[in-house]
């Protein structure tokens, strides 16, 4: 005999689960995006606000051991963006570097008795740097930035979705300069070998371009890092060119 009641309860119960399950996962959803949202820094510097830099409160940031340059008398310290505000966090004289202490925003050189420099004035976000630290880097007088200072893809961080230039610096971390001409987009860059050139390889982006990355001409330079100098690497720029022809459709 068919039993109503039973079958309803069932029906309840069934109901009551899938109910679960589904407030279970919005809440799952939820707090993965307000961790996102709070812990996105992780990997990633907040794009400044304005303030007054009387109220502004520096933050809590988190720094290596004084490492040596090669070839120089110059220490260098890697500052990352650390979390919280002053006084949120512990002492850090035997620093090492964890996830948490999110990427890297600043560097420090050391420069024996003289007061030393910070190397940059505002907030960024620093991909990649370069200094030499051996013998096998003796060649190399200048240190390597890829760095980003705008907020580009406008989600209100610096991280590796903004576009990041090539900058480079004295050993002592004095004279930092841009690399490329505005209008180009870096891909790559690479000592040339003979202490004083970089070979950088860049996309030409045309001004207010909103197509494919794809359809952008590659270019290379040979950037001279003495004279500041940047010039069309034209023998390397031909192959490249009789290299295209190849791939010519017919």
């Not at 003495?226 to 009789?242: E, M």
Request: hydrophobic share 40%; net charge neutral; glycine share 10%.
């Amino acid at each position: 005999m068919f039993d109503l009641d039973r079958w309803l309860k069932r029906v309840w119960m069934v109901n009551g689960v899938l109910l679960l399950v589904l407030m279970l996962l919005g809440t799952g959803a939820l707090l993965v995006t307000w961790l996102s949202g709070a812990f996105g820094g992780k990997n990633a510097v907040l794009a400044p606000a304005p303030t007054s830099g009387a109220d502004a409160k520096p933050r809590a940031v988190r720094y290596s051991p004084p490492r040596p340059i090669w070839g120089s008398k110059t220490r260098v310290v890697v500052v990352r963006y650390g979390k919280g505000q002053q006084g949120a966090g512990r002492g850090f004289g035997s620093y090492e570097y964890r996830e948490e202490d999110g990427p890297v925003v600043n560097l420090l050189f050391l420069t024996g008795t003289a007061p030393g420099r910070v190397l940059l004035d505002k907030p960024a976000y620093v991909g990649d740097f370069d200094y030499p630290s051996s013998k096998d880097d003796s060649l190399q007088h200048w240190l390597t930035y890829q760095i980003a200072f705008e907020d580009t893809n406008g989600d209100g961080r610096l991280d590796s979705n903004d576009r990041v230039d090539l900058y480079v610096s004295d050993l002592d971390g004095s004279n930092l300069r841009r690399v490329l001409p505005f209008g180009m987009r870096l891909v790559d860059h690479h000592a040339a070998g003979d202490g004083r050139h970089l070979v950088v390889t860049a996309l030409q982006v045309p001004k207010d371009w909103r197509g494919s990355d794809d359809e952008l001409p590659q270019r290379a330079f040979l950037y001279d890092v003495p004279t500041g100098t940047a010039a069309p690497y034209a023998a390397l720029d031909s192959l490249v060119r009789d290299a295209a022809r190849v791939l010519a459709r017919p």
